[in-house]
């Protein structure tokens, strides 16, 4: 079997995708008491289906459902398929952290570079889903075109956040000037969760990568880090120091991560796409104006 994958349509090699969607969403609660997030419906359909079609659509035909004790509903969602997509469901013990989600798909990928992208993650670009009408190669095709050009050992998206959110995300700092939206660059450092005025730049990890298999050998040595959990940007930042190339790409100016898991952050993004929804954005739209005009109930 060849170490590299022919490129398919998405200008790439990268046919498989652990999707890790164990996470406690404690932040959601109650809404998260008995419905997991990732199957909170976003617009028409529940967040980790736009994650399935947002990958099929970018070159990926192999998902692993990393899920957990009280997420089968995640697992049944997919009974009958999504966008051709192949499924296959690894259960997570204990939720020890997204680096300890990963390690879940060492047998699974083979010894083969894969993406992950994050259940509970929504992308958007121009108020709709990724696979929404023809748009150039969405992040994951570029981060994996970026990955291999690189002959790097991970690629991560990312997006500019303001300073005094660094506290919350993964924090990448760029080896040169800070790139423009949609530019790819060499990452110089990565910091979970940086203590304010520790970040390295402005540039938070946005919920999709490209990892090569090192990754797991360098999971295993990975101590537990910010929260006690087991985290994947300290392991990405060991492959880093043992000299190995990590790009970071951009997203473009017209992409937007929704973190689902945030209460905020759902609502944005569930306000977008019902405003922007093909047959019903247009009484939402009229609703909101109406709303916005200081039309109450009385
Ligand atoms: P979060 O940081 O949002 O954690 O995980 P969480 O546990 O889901 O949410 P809160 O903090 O309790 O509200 C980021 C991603 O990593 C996955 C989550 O499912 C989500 O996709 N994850 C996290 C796991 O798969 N396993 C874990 O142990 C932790």
């Known amino acids: 079997m060849p170490a590299v994958e022919a490129k398919g349509a998405a200008g790439h090699g990268i046919r498989r995708a652990v999707v890790p969607a164990a996470g406690l969403g404690t932040r959601l609660l109650p809404a998260t008491r008995a419905i997991p997030k990732e199957l909170l419906p976003v617009g028409d359909r529940p967040v980790i289906q736009h994650v399935a079609e ?15 004790r009280g997420k089968d509903a995640i697992v049944d969602h997919f009974d ?67 990955f291999e050009r690189a002959d790097a050992v991970a690629a991560i998206a990312v997006e ?23 530019e790819a660059f060499e990452v110089s450092a990565l910091v979970e969760k940086p203590a304010p005025g520790q970040a390295p730049g402005e ?16 999971l295993r040595e990975t101590p537990p880090g910010a929260g006690g959990e087991l985290q994947l940007t300290d392991a990405i930042a060991r492959l880093a120091q043992a000299r190995g190339r990590v790009v970071g790409v951009r997203l473009a100016a017209d992409e937007r991560r929704h973190d689902v898991g945030d209460l905020g952050s759902y609502l944005r993004a569930a306000t977008e796409f019902a405003l922007t929804h093909p047959e019903h954005g247009a009484g939402a ?9 200081g039309d109450r109930p009385g």
Do not use: K
């Not at 060492?106 to 108020?127: C, I, K, M, N, Q």
């Not at 993964?170 to 939206?181: E, I, R, S």
């Open 80 to 146: 009958t398929g999504a966008a051709g997509l192949g499924f296959t469901a690894v259960r997570q013990a204990e939720p020890r952290g997204l680096g300890d989600a990963v390690l879940c798909a060492e047998t699974w990928a083979a010894g083969r570079p894969f993406v992950v992208a994050l259940g509970d993650a929504v992308l958007s670009a121009y108020g709709q889903s990724t696979i929404a009408g023809p748009r150039p190669a969405s992040i994951v095709a570029r981060l994996a075109q970026a």
């Open 160 to 182: 500019a956040v303001p300073r005094e959110q660094a506290s919350r995300y993964g924090m990448v700092g760029a080896a040169g000037p800070a790139p423009a939206p949609g």
């Open 203 to 218: 540039l938070a990890v946005a919920a999709r990568y490209v990892l090569s298999p090192a990754i797991f050998a360098a």
């Open 54 to 68: 947002e990958l099929a659509a970018n070159g990926i035909e192999d998902v692993l459902l990393v899920t957990r």
């Open 285 to 293: 739209r009229a609703r909101a104006s109406e709303l916005l005009d």
